[in-house]
C-alpha cells in the first residue's frame, strides 16, 4: 500500500506566482503561450492557464474555437483577432 504525506507550504503559492511572472517578463518568454495586443499595439505575454483560472471571461474566450478559419500550414500558429473590451 501507498502511502501519502501532507506538506503545506504557506509561500508556495507566493513563490510560485513570482517564477511565472519573471518567466513572463522573460525575453523571449518560451514558457507563455500568448500574446495579448492592446489598441495601441503594446504586447503582453501571458499563460493562458493563468488567465483562464483567473478570469471567466479567458476561461470561455480560450475554450473556444477561434472564430476565424485556421490559414497556413497549422492552425495552431494562426493567431487569434478575438478583442477584449472592458465592461
Known amino acids: ?4 504525506a501532507m506538506f503545506w507550504d504557506p509561500l ?5 506566482l513570482l517564477q511565472l511572472n519573471e518567466q513572463r517578463l522573460a525575453n523571449p518568454a518560451p514558457f507563455c503561450d500568448l500574446t495579448l495586443i492592446t ?3 503594446a504586447k503582453f505575454h501571458a499563460h493562458k ?3 483562464a ?5 479567458f476561461h470561455q474566450l480560450l475554450s473556444s ?4 478559419p485556421p490559414c497556413g500550414p ?7 483577432t478575438d ?4 465592461p
Not at 500500500?1 to 501519502?4: E, F, L, P, T
Not at 508556495?12 to 510560485?16: I, N, P, Q, R, T
Not at 497549422?74 to 487569434?80: F, G, H, I, L, Y
Request: with cysteine.
Open 53 to 57: 483560472a483567473c478570469r471567466t471571461y
Open 74 to 80: 497549422s492552425s495552431s500558429t494562426t493567431p487569434r
Open 49 to 51: 492557464s493563468i488567465l
Open 12 to 16: 508556495y503559492a507566493d513563490v510560485l
Open 1 to 4: 500500500m501507498v502511502s501519502q
Open 83 to 86: 478583442r477584449v473590451e472592458d
Open 65 to 68: 474555437p477561434p472564430t476565424t
Open 39 to 41: 489598441t495601441d499595439n
